[in-house]
């Protein structure tokens, strides 16, 4: 079946031109679509992305692959169903494209032949695989799993009669890290690298002992070689940020250390003539935050060099040039997605600054992107009125392949969308946001004004469609959200300013924001409200808890007490080391200055409070840390729990419909001081 992107437009133009548009509604996000995962054919003919969407009746987010031929302008299906079809890799002869998917009931590989439209199961997994990466000759796939370890008992008890209903035994954990995030409590083993036939059959393990193996692979020229990132040391638990690049023989299965030094070296690239390998890292200072680099080893010379020194933000995403002369690369700047080219010598040159809207709930940086041979970019195109569609750069042209929201979208009015920069009271340091107006906005009335904080804290907002602070638009309020110090993609030294000093001074880059836009008239003071989610929770409780000029605030799995959090929260290690100068009892005093509950005492805004059970960044118990303490010191306050979901609450479409819909609520029940 193919469908010219022409024909879908005119089509749904006459069908639509009568229809009176209206505001953005809950359930309009099971209609909405969002491209991501883009693969580029070698010879710049075809696109492949992920097309996802919110199936209704199964409340969860579903994907199939689609292909765009970039010349005839047709977008066809690949796959199809109600499951998820994710991580498309063609093989380097361009035959074949490899992919997991869940058909089945787990996550498997499968291959579609390209020729024929065959499509085949290749694995029979007992885990779920990820990254896989295809070896030069076509012929074998390489990926990560999950390899589960015998479970350890000290106790076994005597006695238990055949047929008995005794209690389940005890659950005993001696590991450093015993649940995560999302997936709740672990399983002990590891993960490995595993090589498969393209044509199936039984997965072959390639690497061993007690560390994990995951991330980015690639293989020298000849295959004989594979190169991956982990972190192998003895303490590797307890310094988690100490990653290098290793080399794996192929036939031996020796593994030899590639780099050495402290700080993590992920992503290796071996260029096309095979001479070099390029990876990203950084020197681990215990910061809160640092660039990451690219780096560039001669193999001949053994020389290593740094090419993108003079770039003061994080790379990610490298890829050679099919020249080996230089390498792609995307970052973050000033809230935008960026992809650049930074040859070996010389100045990089920016393709493009419009990567983004695949964050779908919030409006958070990121995407993807993919270089064909001759240097045509394809990437996930930002929009903030509308999810991700595909994009081309061609020539320095930039060309939208997809329209992906037509229908879903033509006949709804969403809040325009503008940029505002601000000095900081603070120190006049300059402080950037963006501002949703709601549909039908008059500057002559007064509006409720909501600020919506991000998480992180370390992350970035930008101009990309954000599905939440839309629906609170489309309610009637004027949206706010900002990066303030501490947000990466303005430099080092602008994230670096809230090291072991969180929060603090971002609290004056937000009330900046909102002052500014009460000066510009249109906002009514007395129905000011404030929220945000994970770090945004931490700054609307510290909000709270310093002025009361807010009417309402919602804190969304939030951090309440430092010294608790560290002593809870899944990647305890890292928290302990970045982000403070110590161990909670060795320095109480500077985790209980910097934690919310220290100025519950000072709070009178109501309060609600909303996390997922299962949340095991966040949690749970830091908001009912919270929640009891307002109630103690007699502020109203609600706590919403959600069943099942972890720190990524709206993983599931009626969990973000929920979430929008508590916050709206408890702001329209106080309406004003």
Known sequence: MKLSLITIGLSFFVSSAFCEASPLELDDVFDLEYANQVEFSEDGKVVYFVRNRMDIKTDKKVGNIWSIDVDANQLEPVTSGIHIDYAPQLSPDGKRLAFISTRDGSSQIYM??????????????????????????????????????????????????????????????????????????????????????????????????????????????????????????????????????????????????????????????????????????????????????????????????????ALD??????????????????????????????????????????????????????????????????????????????????????????????????????????????????????????????????????????????????????????????????????????????????????????????PSNDFDDLMTGVDSLIDKGFIDDKRLYVTGGSGGGVLTAWIVGHTNRFAAAVVAKPVINWFSFVLTADYYPFFADYWFPGKPWDHMEHYMKYSPISYVGNVTTPTMLLTGEADYRTPISETEQYYQALKLQGVETAMVRIPDASHGITARPSNLMNKVAYIQWWFDKHTGK
Not at 319 to 344: C, I
Not at 405 to 432: C, H, M, P, R
Request: hydrophobic share 35%; aromatic share 12%; glycine share 8%.
């Open 313 to 502: 933000r994080n790379v990610k995403d490298i890829q050679w040039d099919n020249k080996s002369r230089g390498l792609y690369y995307s970052y973050d700047s000033e809230g935008k997605t960026t992809v650049a080219h930074q040859p070996l010598k010389g100045k990089a040159k920016v393709l493009t600054d419009e990567v983004g809207s695949v964050a779908f709930g919030r409006p958070y940086s990121g995407g993807s992107y993919d270089v064909s041979a001759r240097g045509d970019i394809a990437f996930t195109l930002a929009d903030p009125n509308k999810p991700a569609d595909v994009a081309l750069v061609k020539r320095d042209k930039t060309t939208q392949l997809t329209d992906l929201n037509s229908d879903a979208l033509a006949s709804k009015t969403l809040g325009k969308v503008e940029e505002i920069w601000v000095k900081s009271k603070y120190d006049q340091l300059d402080i950037q946001g963006w501002v949703v107006y709601p549909p039908g906005f008059d500057k002559s009335k007064k509006y409720p004004l909501v600020l919506e904080i991000h998480g992180g804290p370390v992350a970035n907002y930008g101009p990309h469609f954000s599905a939440e602070a839309q629906l609170f638009a489309a309610k009637g309020n004027v949206v706010l959200y900002m990066n303030p110090r501490g947000s990466d993609s303005y430099g080092k030294e602008f994230a670096q300013k809230i090291h072991h000093n969180y």
């Open 112 to 309: 579609k032949w390209l020729n024929s439209g065959a499509v085949a199961k290749v694995s029979n997994l007992t885990q779920s695989p990820s990254g896989i990466t295809w070896t030069p000759d076509s012929k074998h796939l390489v990926f990560s799993q999950f390899v589960p370890a015998k479970a350890r008992s000290p106790i076994n008890l005597p006695g238990k009669p055949k047929g008995a209903n005794w209690a389940k035994p005890p659950v005993f954990i001696d590991d450093v890290y015993y649940r995560s995030d999302g997936a709740g409590y672990s399983k002990p083993g590891f993960s490995h690298l595993f090589k498969i036939d393209a044509n199936g059959g039984n997965a072959q393990q390639l690497t061993s002992g007690n560390f994990n193996h995951r991330g980015t692979v690639s293989f020298d020229k000849d295959g004989e070689v594979l190169y991956f990132s982990a972190n192998r040391h003895k303490n590797h638990a307890l310094k988690p940020n100490n990653s290098e690049v290793y080399a794996l023989n192929m036939h031996t299965r020796v593994i030899s250390s590639v780099t050495e030094r402290v700080g993590p070296d992920s992503f290796p690239q071996v260029s096309p003539n095979g001479r070099l390998l390029a990876y990203i890292g950084y020197d681990d200072k215990l910061m809160n935050y640092e660039n990451s680099d690219i780096y560039v080893l001669n193999f001949k010379t053994g020389e290593t060099n740094v090419i993108t020194a």
